[in-house]
């Protein structure tokens, strides 16, 4: 028997063996989605994350679609996402605009109700509006007593972000293997009857202080890094600033599907906040990432 080929996946050697299951897989579940095919051969594969024995399932994905590419398996046609509808509350204004400081805090919203009204306010108030987005993300009120007074949401890091990979500095395979531990806030709104002084900072600040705990209770592990895109045409991120986060670079006005370099884009000033000392460390995976014993 001969020398098999080795090919490697964001850390995963898949071999000539793997791709046979693979393919079995394929032919003998030919009713299955996309979806469904990717759940069984990971756990064909036993390809999961160690915190939680959850699928890989986006670098199972990539990996199949590399693999469909090469022409070595042959993946069925990909099914129209079906649209779920999204529903919104009519959102008022508060009467009285908040004006006193004080004490702050975030709470993720629970309820399906609480999950509409924040919806609400970032479809209503923010000016990129509300996007059903996927992967793991975390959502917060911001509350000063039972007043709500803005929304953040922390998501998945952006895939190519030059200056910010150069800023880490690691390499291909470090990327493919740690990116999830990097939290994007994609998503950051102050109501406009929120009016307390330094609040935008403090706010920033407090989910600093807050998310890793809150990430590795929802998902297993912790993310080392926040990351998070100011519109240059619009804001300089003086409240990032305020807030201690470092500004590594700009983005190159490209959307994360633009794979014809039409620059059509605005460009966005990078910022980042490490939550822990040895961030880079555990980027590269020398040091072990924050995550849930099971």
Known sequence: MGEQKQRKYFGREITDDDIEVITWILETFNSFSRNELIYTICEALEWTRPEDGKAREWQCRRCLLSLDEEGLIKLPAAKAAKKVPVSFLEVTPQWDDVTEGGPIELTIPKSAEENKRWRSYIEKYHRLGYTNGSGASIRYFILAGDVELGCIQFGSAAW?????????????????????????????????????????????????????????????YAPALLETFVDS?????????????????????????????????????????????????VLHGQKPYRRMDI
């Open 233 to 281: 045409s619009l804001y300089s991120g003086v409240s990032y600033r305020a807030a201690n986060w470092v500004q590594v670079g700009m983005t190159k006005g490209r959307g994360r599907h633009d794979r014809n370099n039409e620059k059509r884009l605005t460009k966005k000033l990078i910022f980042v906040y490490p939550l822990q000392k040895d961030f880079r460390e």
């Open 160 to 220: 190519a972000l030059e200056d910010r990979d150069e800023w880490i500095g690691w390499s291909k395979e470090q990327k493919d293997a740690n990116l999830r531990l990097i939290a994007n806030n994609s998503r950051y709104l102050l109501l406009p009857w929120a009016r307390m002084p330094s609040l935008a900072s403090k706010a920033l600040g407090k989910a600093a202080r807050q998310l890793q705990g809150d990430w590795l209770q929802t998902y297993g």
